[in-house]
């Protein structure tokens, strides 16, 4: 998948080469109610997992801001409540292991059957505050695996991510470095003591993000045996992964027309258009006669460029160059254009804006930037999140992967990109008030007639 981020929302599948396959939802807040029978430890951990159990199912915005602020600031009440509204919440069935920063439990989701293995890492005992939340649903018929690193398995994890970067990452330089940071680091016995899979993974992305500050990049462990790397998505996979597509409406969670016919449409990811291209087509009819549109960005993560290039293809009338995606391992960069066709009417003349926060990343930053470089948008709201590498995932053995940036976007009109920088707002404001300024920016366009 490109463009891709820990974002708050359903599962996502993690997939990468023909069928590197990870479940993963890094940093998700979810939680529940009832909590069945099982006990939380009253350590530092189980109480900042309590909290976030509590504030996700009570469906309460207040609460889960409350929680967020206190808990984990870097989150957003918004995305809790989307997830919420996806899961219906979860029951507690298990805690599987505990320590005073580090507590492993089973979650299933209320509105289906899924399961879910979840690990809460906090950054210290005192403030609570996490470090790091993962869930992984867990495979029909798949063994949950007790994994206790030696020495020999962090050789070969270290090996193995160091290897991968050298090969593919998208700066050969900083990929040097970073495999020097690393040795460094295990020569000053800095990953002696670790023997926890979710623990060395976190802090070797950690690590390497030390050096390259790129979002993109991240070390990942499963606890359930991962699939070998050139293993193909059979029928069953291939349909249940268009299923939970479908399930989450690809991710589409607004359509309307706001007073002064002014088109809104709110989206959280940039799926794939072989599936989620009616919805597109869809969404982007019901809007076809109104006189400005709002797209909100402030959640949306990224995902795959030809849908960026999709939905652009709605704002213009004639071929546009939207964005390149240069390969480093391949030499070759690959042109992302408008569609020479779109179902339905344009809105080629139309007044666009676009929400953003510090939240939207990647491949929803490419949709925002290539509009603000063609100046074909206003853009509202925050300062994006700043990630302009694709990724793609390795294999390093049966419980470890790494996702690797292996290209960067070229902007066909400014050479350059928004990593690490992020992209500008044309309008500054924060981001809960950026939807009530774009109203008021359109309104006001519409009504000077310009």
């Not at 708050?8 to 909590?35: E, I």
């Not at 210290?124 to 018929?141: K, M």
């Not at 950690?206 to 050096?211: C, G, I, N, S, T």
């Amino acid at each position: 998948m490109l463009f891709t981020q820990n974002r708050p929302r359903r599962w996502l599948q993690f997939r990468a080469r023909p069928r590197l396959k990870v479940l993963l939802c890094v940093s998700l807040l979810v939680a529940v109610t009832a909590l069945a029978q099982t006990s939380i430890p009253d350590t530092p951990a189980g109480r900042t997992l309590r909290a976030w159990l509590d504030a996700f199912n009570s469906g309460d915005r207040v609460k889960m801001e409350s929680y967020a602020k206190k808990y984990d600031p870097d989150k957003s009440a918004e995305s809790m409540m989307g997830f919420h509204d996806q899961t219906g919440g979860f029951d507690l069935l298990a805690i599987e292991a505990s320590e005073p920063t580090l507590i492993k439990f089973r979650l299933k989701e209320k509105a289906g059957s899924t399961v879910a293995i979840g690990s809460m890492q906090l950054k210290d005992a005192q403030s609570g505050t996490v470090e790091s939340l993962n869930l992984r649903p867990i495979p029909a018929g798949a063994v949950v695996e007790s994994v206790k690193l030696d020495a020999a398995e962090k050789q070969r994890v270290l090996d193995g991510v160091t290897k991968n970067l050298k090969e593919s990452y998208v700066y050969p330089d900083l990929a040097q470095k970073m495999d020097d940071a690393l040795r460094s680091n295990q020569k000053a016995g800095d990953y002696d003591a670790i023997t926890d899979g979710e623990v060395f993974a976190n802090r070797l992305t950690k690590d390497l993000r030390a050096v390259s500050h790129d979002k993109h990049l991240g070390v990942n462990f499963s606890p359930v045996k991962l699939p070998p790397e050139d293993n193909k998505p059979n029928a069953d996979e291939q349909a249940e992964f268009r299923k939970e597509m479908e399930r989450s409406n690809c991710e589409f969670q607004k359509v309307e027309v706001l007073p002064r016919n002014i088109g809104y449409l709110k989206f959280n990811a940039f799926a794939d258009p072989s599936i989620c291209g009616p919805t597109v087509v869809a969404a982007m009819n019901f809007l076809a006669y109104v006189d400005a549109i709002i797209f909100d960005l402030r959640q949306n993560g990224g995902g795959d460029p030809k849908m960026v290039a999709m939905v652009s293809s709605y704002l213009f009338d004639k071929p546009t160059h939207l964005n390149d995606l240069y390969n480093r391992k391949e030499d070759f960069a690959q042109q992302y254009w408008t569609l020479p066709y779109v179902p339905g009417t344009t809105l080629a003349q139309k007044p666009v804006y676009v929400l953003t926060s510090k939240r939207t990343f990647s491949g929803a930053e490419e949709f925002t930037y290539n509009l603000k470089s063609l100046k074909r948008a206003t853009i509202v709201g925050e300062t994006t999140g700043g990630g302009a590498h694709p990724v793609s995932g390795h294999r390093i053995d049966d419980h470890f992967m790494i996702g690797v940036p292996f290209a960067r976007a070229v902007n066909p009109i400014t050479k350059t990109n928004w990593e690490g920088t992020g992209v500008e707002p044309d309008v500054k404001v924060d981001a809960t008030d950026a939807l009530q300024k774009a109203e008021e920016l359109a309104a006001a366009k519409l009504s000077s007639g310009k």
